[in-house]
């Protein structure tokens, strides 16, 4: 799918191109400044880097997904977020952020700041399928990933020079094929031997960034910048740093350690670790989600067991299909419910086996229910699964009990596949559509 990087045709046309332009130099010192030109180029095929890691970072992610999906939005300060003026701005485009707006800014004060902004509210559903697109593409690129949030994951690209080319052009290479799956959605990524410089670089130069940070120019590339970007500086320590004396990443590099250890204890040396670019943590692409949810707000309130029943049903079919798909078993059952007055009730228990089977969530589910002592009414149902792992070939054979209910939802997911998630509702569902909010798959945050 992806295109080699060079090829042996590709080295003999610019061997020879090489050669052709070497007799047309005049002087030996000139052909010699141009070999030293083409030996500094991209173009030279160094020694691969020992580990190759990699972070992409979406730009402005809810912002520019409301900027692709509508053209009247280009090119202008939009603020996702809320309409209502107690909300918290979620994120702001790129060409909202001179102003000073950012994420978790009170709207009041992000439209104090550009009143010409363009108030969208989020649209969470349709995030979330773009980063499921966004993640594929990563997958495509690395069988080791790591996603941090919707919008952003670790790859670890290591070895794969010779189907990326250097770490630039896989760079180049994952940021086109970000904008190609997406219809248009800019990327910045970063790319260095460590987790933690690749995290500052893909930051360095957004929106639609690429810098990448070879090991032994790492230290020196940090120095100036401030101790504000150190991982587990929050800004408590900042302040702490800056009472003594800390500016800047090279000011803790160059720091006596036991000084830092004796301030800040095991802190003192992690951030000195960090500042000094060594940053040992491997990227953990298998790590199992601890649950996953699905949580919605309805239109209007609901009081009476079967209505509830009605959403938890949905709930439970929504959340077992993501369930196979992600090759995840659940070890329980998590039923959540809000009141009016907003306060969260919420009961789970454990299954007596593993499974990523509907009815078996949904079975748990309504014994979940009957233990609720509140009468309602309730503005939100939900439900989770939870205690996940990775479904084993051992452990689907204990799936016996659910088979048949499995085997007809399996299915069902390959119709869905092929058709789409709506061609398939329960009879009762069609006349209902009263759910105004549904929280976005977060199955990419993995905890
Ligand atoms: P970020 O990657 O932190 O921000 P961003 O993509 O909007 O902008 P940047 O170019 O600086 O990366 O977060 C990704 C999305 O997550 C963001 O578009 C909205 C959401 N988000 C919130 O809902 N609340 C928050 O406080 C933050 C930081 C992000
Ligand atoms: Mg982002
Ligand atoms: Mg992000």
Not at 57 to 85: C, H, N, T, W
């Amino acid at each position: 799918m992806h295109s080699s990087g060079w090829g042996s045709s590709e080295r003999l046309d610019w061997a020879s191109a090489v050669l052709d332009q070497a007799f047309e130099f005049s002087s030996a010192s000139d052909y010699c400044i141009f070999i030293q030109h083409l030996v500094n180029s991209d173009r030279t095929v160094a020694e691969p880097w020992e580990r190759v890691v990699a972070h992409a970072d979406m730009d402005a992610f809810y912002a520019s997904v409301e900027q692709l999906d509508d053209p009247k939005l280009r090119g202008r300060p939009v603020i996702v977020g809320p309409r209502s003026k107690r909300g918290v701005v979620l994120t702001a485009s790129y060409e909202a952020r001179p102003f000073g707006v950012g994420s978790a800014m009170p709207m009041v004060k992000a439209l104090r700041l550009c009143p010409d902004a363009i108030v969208v509210p989020p649209r969470f559903e349709r995030y979330t399928e773009l980063s499921a697109r966004i993640m594929a593409v990563f997958e495509d690129f690395s069988p080791d990933v790591e996603p941090l949030s919707l919008d952003e994951a670790f790859l670890d690209m290591t070895g794969s020079e010779h189907l990326f080319g250097p770490p630039r052009r896989m760079g180049e290479k994952i940021k086109a094929a970000i904008k190609e799956a997406t219809g248009g959605l800019t990327a910045s990524v970063g790319l260095s031997q460590t987790k933690y410089v690749a995290k500052v670089a893909s930051g360095y130069q957004k929106p639609d960034g690429l810098t990448v940070v070879p090991k032994e120019d790492a230290v020196n590339w940090l120095a100036p910048q401030s101790v504000a970007r150190l991982w587990g500086a929050g800004p408590k320590t900042q302040a702490r740093l800056y009472a003594l004396g800390y500016q800047t990443i090279g000011d803790i590099a160059g720091a006596d350690l036991e000084k830092l250890q004796t301030t800040l204890g095991s802190l003192g040396n992690h951030l000195f670790e960090l500042a000094n670019a060594r940053d040992p943590r491997r990227i953990e692409g298998h790590r199992v989600a601890r649950s996953m949810g699905c949580d919605r707000t309805l239109n209007e309130d609901v009081s009476a067991n079967e209505d509830i029943l009605l959403y938890l049903r949905r709930s439970a079919d929504h959340i077992a299909r993501r369930l196979r798909r992600k090759n995840y078993l659940a070890g329980g059952v998590r039923v959540r419910l809000k009141t009016t007055e907003f306060k969260l009730l919420t009961r789970q228990c454990t299954l007596a086996e593993p499974t990523d089977v509907a009815q078996v969530l949904y079975a748990g589910a309504q014994k979940m229910l009957d233990r609720f002592d509140h009468p309602g009414p309730f503005r939100l149902v939900g439900l989770a699964a939870h205690s996940l792992e990775g479904a084993d070939e051992s452990r689907q054979l204990g799936l016996l009990d659910a088979g048949s209910a499995r085997a007809l939802e399996v299915t069902l997911d390959r119709l869905a596949e092929r058709f789409g998630d709506n061609v398939i509702r329960r009879a009762r569902d069609i006349t209902q559509t009263t759910v105004v909010d549904q929280t976005p798959d977060l199955d990419f945050l993995r905890s």
